[in-house]
């Protein structure tokens, strides 16, 4: 004859699974909200923009850690709650260049037109660039991460249609 046994309930493996539910959770929690209003305001450009490059102060970095799911080399930290700026722009010949100048290792985070999530780290020493080619009209949601920190960083975004690597 078999003894009954009472069922034992493990706190180890609750934990675990409530940390699976949560980090899932987190992770769909931090995909930047392209939606939000920027933190540093909205621009329109034309292409043939004058002042060139159009520049704009900020702090770059943020609370959130970004990976690769979100495209080829996505990293860094921003604050996923809001673009740093939303780039309205209108397309012409040129290409369209976006980069960052900061003494700390900054990093990019685009979300194009397209819908695809464009981003780079260190392409001119620490600072990052991300070249469009042909461009397309629309909207442009770019957030300026920090690399390996969480901590907000000064930095400086710049859009110009000129190489800035010349």
């Known amino acids: 004859m078999r003894k009954r046994t009472k ?7 609750l934990g675990l699974a409530a940390l ?9 929690a931090q995909q930047p ?5 920027p933190s ?8 043939g923009f004058t002042p060139d490059p159009w520049v704009q102060s900020l702090q770059a970095g ?3 850690e970004v990976n690769g799911k979100l495209g080829p080399g996505c990293t860094g930290y921003i604050m996923a709650s809001a673009p740093d700026v939303d780039l309205h722009y209108t397309a012409g010949s040129m290409p369209l260049y976006i980069t960052v100048e900061s003494n700390a290792d900054t990093t990019l985070v685009i979300n194009a037109p397209d819908g695809r999530w464009y981003c780079n780290d260190d392409f001119t020493g620490l600072n990052p660039l991300v070249m469009f080619q042909n461009p397309a009209s629309g909207m442009y949601n770019i957030w300026v ?6 901590q907000m960083q000064p930095a400086t975004l710049k859009i110009t249609e000129l190489n800035p690597t010349q």
């Open 7 to 13: 069922s034992v309930r493990h706190p180890a493996r």
């Open 20 to 28: 699976g539910i949560m980090a899932m959770a987190t992770a769909h």
């Open 33 to 37: 909200d392209w939606t939000a209003e």
């Open 40 to 47: 540093y305001g909205s621009y329109h450009l034309m292409a």
């Open 62 to 64: 943020g609370t959130t």
């Open 145 to 150: 991460g920090v690399h390996g920190s969480n």
